[in-house]
């Protein structure tokens, strides 16, 4: 269990570590602060954040429930599945933020000509990326962990249930990169679905923008993937 608190800590710190390079990078050489960075590391940890209080929320709600007679009818057991079902599509929407650091990569916060040296530039993209594969990786080890109490509860390893809800959340979080990096999406455009719908349909009839979204979406699934089985299959057997 300490090796799981310190892990959790590691991401808190390396948020911390990705927001104070960006605000010194503006007070040591003079350049503008780009907020934009300082606003995703935020939206990047919020489905951290959610993940943990659904989880507490959990644990409080059902002793709750067990403990009144409703629960002998079923209706317990009915408020439960809606409480998992709304607090997990809330997460998911929020879930692809993290993912989206990856996508800073790309130094468009680089003027041409600026007196930040490219060798901290490197160093503040590049653990402004990293924060966001950690909360990522938390975010959804916290989510499978209770996906795996409650649907599937294990008899020794990781239920192969848990292993296909965990692949289909990640590739849902890099299709939603692609929407907020290339059609500008964000989590609560989802308010409007038949507008994003006409807007994604023109964008994938554009020449070769299929093609290109796939492999945007394959690539980025699997470097998720090739990160999170590892990490969570030992944070697992740690906890056990």
Same mark, same amino acid.
């Given at each position: 269990?300490?090796?799981?608190?310190?892990?959790?800590?590691?991401?808190?710190?390396?948020?911390?570590?990705?927001?104070?390079?960006?605000?010194?990078?503006?007070?040591?050489?003079?350049?503008?602060?780009?907020?934009?960075?300082?606003?995703?590391?935020?939206?990047?940890?919020?489905?951290?954040?959610?993940?943990? +209080?659904?989880?507490?929320?959990?644990?409080?709600?059902?002793?709750?429930?067990?403990?009144?007679?409703?629960?002998?009818?079923?209706?317990?057991?009915?408020?439960?599945?809606?409480?998992? +079902?709304?607090?997990?599509?809330?997460?998911?929407?929020?879930?692809?933020?993290?993912?989206?650091?990856?996508?800073?990569?790309?130094?468009?916060?680089?003027?041409?000509?600026?007196?930040?040296?490219?060798?901290?530039?490197?160093?503040?993209?590049?653990?402004?990326?990293?924060?966001?594969?950690?909360?990522? +990786?938390?975010?959804?080890?916290?989510?499978?962990?209770?996906?795996?109490?409650?649907?599937?509860?294990?008899?020794?390893?990781?239920?192969?249930?848990?292993?296909?809800?965990?692949?289909?959340?990640?590739?849902?979080?890099?299709?939603?990169?692609?929407?907020?990096?290339?059609?500008?999406?964000?989590?609560?455009?989802?308010?409007?679905?038949?507008?994003?719908?006409?807007?994604?349909?023109?964008?994938?009839?554009?020449?070769?923008?299929?093609?290109?979204?796939?492999?945007?979406?394959?690539?980025?699934?699997?470097?998720?993937?090739?990160?999170?089985?590892?990490?969570?299959?030992?944070?697992?057997?740690?906890?056990?």
């Amino acid at each position: 269990m300490s090796a799981l608190v310190l892990g959790a800590v590691a991401v808190v710190l390396l948020n911390l570590y990705a927001a104070i390079l960006v605000v010194l990078r503006s007070r040591v050489y003079g350049v503008a602060l780009y907020r934009p960075m300082l606003v995703n590391i935020g939206l990047s940890f919020l489905p951290v954040l959610l993940a943990l +209080v659904f989880g507490v929320g959990l644990v409080g709600i059902v002793p709750a429930i067990s403990s009144t007679a409703q629960s002998a009818i079923g209706a317990g057991t009915l408020v439960v599945w809606i409480y998992l +079902v709304v607090a997990t599509v809330l997460w998911l929407l929020l879930f692809p933020n993290s993912v989206y650091l990856i996508t800073e990569l790309n130094f468009s916060h680089r003027a041409e000509k600026t007196p930040v040296p490219l060798w901290y530039d490197i160093v503040q993209t590049l653990a402004l990326t990293l924060s966001g594969i950690a909360n990522a +990786v938390l975010s959804l080890a916290v989510v499978q962990t209770m996906f795996i109490l409650m649907v599937d509860p294990p008899s020794g390893g990781v239920p192969a249930s848990s292993w296909t809800f965990a692949g289909v959340v990640i590739v849902l979080g890099a299709v939603g990169v692609y929407l907020g990096r290339y059609l500008r999406f964000n989590s609560w455009d989802v308010r409007h679905p038949a507008s994003m719908l006409r807007k994604l349909v023109a964008h994938l009839r554009q020449r070769g923008k299929a093609l290109e979204a796939g492999g945007f979406v394959l690539t980025h699934a699997l470097l998720i993937a090739l990160l999170y089985v590892p990490l969570f299959s030992l944070a697992w057997t740690a906890l056990l």
